[in-house]
């Protein structure tokens, strides 16, 4: 079993909705990424979290260390937001605090 | 600052050829980090280096591979011999600190293909 595990793998969406996207973990963590990459494109970081909420215009990342889950929503989503989201952690133990621990990704789709 | 540079973006070679890449990270980060992705795998992380030293390349996959971080400003990673089954993305990503506690920073990737 993946440490990282997001759902859904893939999500169609009409322009305007409202998307969210889950990511569980089952280790403890020092911090959780949101990741974002286009088709064919680069890695862009999104969000960084250990605790609470993040926003920044029209995404949203919150975080439940408690229950080891977090999500990211995307309101009045829009073509431009189709891409892979990936969620990525840090372990607390070991001393490895740089290794990230990548989920599989989601596939977004946002149709026009 | 140009964020973080990697070169080449495409790189076609034939089985058992050398190939290097490099990145220029964002100036002023003291780690360094490169990822291989796939299909099958997804990211991996393959060698951390932290003020030019490096402190993790447990994830390079055997002898072929090898990494360098001769200055602050540039880093090479090397494959040879290449094979096909080293046909991937490989990123470059760098930080301010150490990854736990910032932001980290990907470049555009060079996709390999050995043919």
């Known amino acids: 079993k993946n440490e990282v595990e997001q759902s859904p793998q893939n999500l169609t969406a009409q322009e305007g909705e409202f998307i969210t996207i889950n990511c569980s973990y089952s280790?403890?963590?020092?911090?959780l990424h949101w990741l974002q990459q286009h088709p064919g494109g680069g890695i862009v970081s999104l969000f960084m979290?250990?605790?609470g909420k993040k926003k920044h215009g029209r995404l949203i990342a919150t975080i439940n260390i408690q229950e080891k889950h977090s999500s990211l929503h995307i309101t009045a989503s829009h073509p431009r937001d189709s891409a892979v989201y990936i969620c990525?952690?840090?372990?607390?133990?070991?001393?490895?605090?740089?290794?990230?621990?990548f989920g599989k990704g989601t596939l977004l789709t946002v149709n026009p | 600052d140009a964020g973080v540079i990697q070169s080449p973006r495409h790189e076609v070679t034939e089985m058992g050829q050398e190939v290097t890449l490099r990145c220029k990270p964002i100036?002023?980060?003291?780690?360094l980090f490169w990822y291989r992705q796939t299909m099958m795998r997804g990211l991996e992380l393959l060698i951390y280096?932290?003020?030019?030293?490096?402190i993790d390349d447990s994830g390079m996959p055997e002898d072929r591979f090898s990494a360098k971080m001769p200055n602050a400003s540039f880093s090479t990673l090397k494959i040879q011999p290449s094979e096909p089954r080293d046909s991937a993305v490989y990123f470059c990503?760098?930080?301010?600190?150490?990854w736990g506690t910032g932001e980290l920073f990907f470049g555009e990737g060079s996709r390999l293909t050995v043919l």
């Open positions: 990503a760098s930080s301010l600190r150490g």
């Open positions: 280790v403890g963590i020092s911090a």
């Open positions: 979290l250990s605790s």
């Open positions: 990525a952690v840090i372990g607390n133990s070991g001393g490895s605090n740089y290794k990230l621990t």
């Open positions: 100036s002023g980060h003291n780690s």
């Open positions: 280096f932290n003020n030019n030293v490096p």
